[in-house]
């Protein structure tokens, strides 16, 4: 039996490259993912492991809160007299404080370093003297002496064409700083700490500049001899005050290493995500592969069966090929997966991750998993061809068997479908809107039951499908057109499979054009509602920098300008709930934004209070006059009087404060975004020239009109939906080759029929235009459920996203009728192979065939 | 050299119309030589072979296996190219002729009827028949379909897939599809191989009139006499070459002969 599969194997070699090469595409996208992702893990781990070899204790204060949205803890900075004390400990060689904020280098070019709002963090710290606290080492030039000295990591050099002896213009609190460039560090042995931007000053003007005079953001500790990391926090913990804590070296490497493994886990799960599709698209390849060579070989399968075979042999001889295919792609996935990881690290260099070079990380646990998954999935989906042909009764041999054409849909699957596809939608509208743990992978499996449902169903809808889909076709292209919709219908479980593959990749590419045109056109709807203003400057510092408050009250003294009002920004817990919380100027703000205000006057915000959005006071039983407990890290928890309720919750978010709150209770000096009115009298033009030449004094801002912002809020929707794109089009790409593998085998099915059309008088012109169109009625199949799918995802999605800002739907129709278009092109390209093959089949030979 | 030259003669059919035969032939090979493979596995086929099939008359080609008469009837009808020598349907010279041309002098000249397996199993059985005009976006002529469609007998069954037919259904409906656009002759090829006697009667009866009755020319090969003695002319293949011919025949004289080839 085994000599016999592997025979069998051999001899259609050619139609088995296309499905080994679609698992073999999916395997080396699971095993690019995790190579990269043990890779990385690898090398911080190191990274870390020798930045932090030095140290044995570390002295910080202890963690406020949990900051929103991934922020990570949020601690507060600790008196420097700590350090003295500290200093004191028996055991302590050595201790120092060390300052950590927003700074940004601007480059020789004008423009600033790295992207802080999207990107890796740019920041300022000290230079520490004692060799074993510091985590750069000098690579050029000396360290600073001077606070009018800096030292710059390798990669900010690079980037931003410095040399040692260089003036550097840095972005700090205040107005920018010109100072100079002594020294170029590395971070260990990487060019950067992971991509971030680094900026060393004295510890003095570190603190000045980038921090609070007199405090630091830790004390680090360098145990004297023969003392343990444990002994010497223990004695430390003795001396050091209240909301402070104390951690061994150990610890704080660890805390590291986790930090960006949670980091880098975000990344790992999206690529999974897409390992996962690839290979489920991948599945319904197999499982039409297998499902046809299977009914070809039903008269060799009935032989066998004949001459002595038992059925569990014939379904093992299939499983076993299966095993093979799936095992011969698993191990090329696996080479191809260094190639993939190779590109994903350059993925995410220009997303601004940088990945210090090292050692590709291979382990054993990722060849197990791409085994695993690749041997799997192969014989999962040969399972029910399997079966088919261990059913195969040994008569068949005798009988002549007409393949090319199976039973039209059937009945029986309608209710397994159904109850797949309502499980399915259930399980996603559950994740979405009810309040269960495990929502987002609940989601998921609701999502592969809606598909693995809808494609169940696609076996009893493909017939009258391909009928409307193929009709306009007898219209245009008439009767070969016809023919080729007559092919279609033929087989509805082929056709429905090989439609099913595309229809994933459709589906996905369609929920994510609706979400993010549904976010862009509710960004925009917001700015259209509530910004009453003419422009916007952008600060590019993100939600931990900016731009220093003189240029709001520059813009303000300019005759062009009516009003200017900066925003600040920061984290705080709010009755509990972290929250990013906004503070403006209420003189000013209000003539920009509109934020409806239902009760209290916005000018009442003053110092000590909050305003608060009218669905969350109404919630939390709040009205004027009241308080609410509001935990800042800088200052602790504060008592603020409710000051206002307001009716537009965009951009404001639920609360905000006023700018004496925030001055009162944050040590960040920033303004994140300005908003700016022209005066009544002044053309647009004269006052966007005068704030832009106001601004030019703070680089790195921007200055954007309305339909700028806008396009500066879409921005990350336009990158992500890109990338997103990109990974899609391999799940689409496997599609294709699978719809090819389909027609291909098809065509080979239909040998003789071909060549009895081409002796009766069709054209090879002809001929080629039948089995391209029939392609593309499978791809327009594919894409039509595809649309439905995505178009209810998207639709659960953005209703699920309602409260957090997405209010409108869009569904962009120019997007989707492109969609729909490519994959009639795509249905076009994959016939390209198939039917040039058929075009060439030798007409004698095509007759006397035997099949 | 064989060469067979073409008689001029004038017959009667049932209806007692005179149809004047002209020594114009409807196809014709001159010098035709077929090889299969090379050196040691050299197979000739067809040795230069010179032949003519006129209008408006029926001609069998029999022969031995691997005497070479599938490969003639392939070759004059351009579903195969010779080695050497020409080919002509009419006046076109198909050794002159590309992929396309050939295909297009296939759809709108020549009528096929084959062994087995002539219908599109997706198309009806009235699209089968309108095959050839279908593919060159034709209407056709309805009257005439109709009759050919009535001659046949298939009338009710227009609308049925191969698969509903019976074989000898199916064999006249590929019959049916030949005559339909009124092609310049016709080629069977065993065209009552599959048949039993009784339908492959009925398909021959049926030949025999559209060259009577329609003065339709048919070039069939066969290697069965009862069919071949509906021909009006036989032409005997051995080895590649023609080595006699016959005409007016009968399936004795024709079993006679065939006696002779062997002994």
Partial sequence: MLRTTLKGLLAQKRRLITTVFAVTLGIAFLTGTLVLNDTMRATFDRLFSSVYAGTDAVVREKAAFEGPQNTGQQRGRIDASVLDDVRKVDGVAHAEGSIMGYTRIIGKDGQPLGNPASGAPTFGTNWSDTKQLNSFTLAEGRAPRADDEVVIDKKSARDGGFTVGDNITVIVQGPPQTLKLVGIAKFGDADSPGGASAVLFTPAAAQRLVAEPGKFDAVSVVAAKGVSQAQLTERIAKVIPGGTEVLTGAQITEESQSAIRTAMSFFTTFMLVFAAVALLVGAFMIFNTFSITVAQRTKQNALLRALGASKRQVLGSVLLEAFLVGAVASLLGLAGGMAVAGALKALLNTLGFEVPAGGVVFTRGTAIAALIAGIGITALAALAPAREAGRVPPLAAMRAVFVGSSGYGSKRRVFPGLGMLGAGAGALLLGLFGSVDNALSLVGLGALLVFLGVSVLGRTVSLPLSRMLGWPLTKIRGFTGGLARENAMRNPKRTAASASALMIGVGLVAFITILAASTSASISATIDRSFTGDFVVDAGGGTTGGVDPGLTRQLNQLPQVEAATGLRIGSARIDGSPQMVVAVDPTTAFQLFDVKPQNGRPTDLGLDSIAIYKDVAQTKHLTIGDTIPVLFKDTGEKHLRVALIYGENRPAGDYFLSIATYEANFANRFDYQLFVKKAPDVDTQTALAAVKETAKQFPGVKVLDQAGYKQELAKPITQMLTLVYALLALAILIALLGIGNTLALSILERTRELGLLRAVGMTRGQLRSTIRWESVIIALQGTALGLLIGLFFGWALVAALHDQGVDQFSAPVTSLVVLVVLACLAGVIAAILPSRRAARLVILRAIASDS | ?263
């Avoid at chain 2, 005559?179 to 049926?206: H, M, V, W, Y």
Wanted: with cysteine; hydrophobic share 40%; proline share 4%.
């Fill in chain 2, 1 to 263: 050299m064989t060469t067979l030259t073409t008689p001029t003669e004038t017959f009667t059919n049932d209806t007692d119309v005179a149809i004047s035969v002209s020594r114009v032939a409807a196809a014709r090979t001159v010098g035709a030589s077929k090889v299969f493979g090379a050196g040691d596995t050299e197979v000739r086929a067809l040795d230069d072979v010179t032949v003519d099939f006129e209008k408006g008359r029926f001609t069998a080609i029999m022969g031995p296996s691997g005497s070479g008469k599938s490969t003639l009837l392939h070759c004059i009808a351009g579903l195969d190219s010779l080695t050497s020598g020409d080919a002509y349907i009419g006046d076109a010279n198909l050794s002159t002729l590309n992929d396309r041309q050939l295909t297009v002098i296939r759809r709108d000249r020549i009528g096929f009827v084959f062994q087995a397996y002539n219908l599109i199993p997706t198309l009806t059985a009235i699209e089968n028949i309108k095959l050839p005009l279908l593919l060159a976006r034709r209407h056709g002529d309805q009257p005439w379909i109709d009759t050919v469609v009535d001659a046949v007998g298939l009338k009710d069954r227009l609308q049925h897939r191969p698969s509903e037919l019976s074989g000898g259904q199916q064999q006249r409906a590929a019959v049916a599809r030949a005559l339909a656009s009124r092609p310049e002759i016709i080629f069977a090829d065993e065209p009552t191989g599959n048949l039993d006697s009784r339908a492959g009667a009925e398909i021959l009866k049926f030949l025999r009139r559209a060259v009577d009755d329609l003065g339709q020319t048919i070039v069939m090969v066969t290697h069965d006499p009862v069919a071949a003695s509906y021909a009006d002319r036989i032409v005997f293949l051995a080895d590649g070459r023609i080595v006699d011919e016959m005409l007016e025949p009968t399936a004795e004289r024709i079993l006679d002969r065939l006696k002779r080839f062997e002994g």
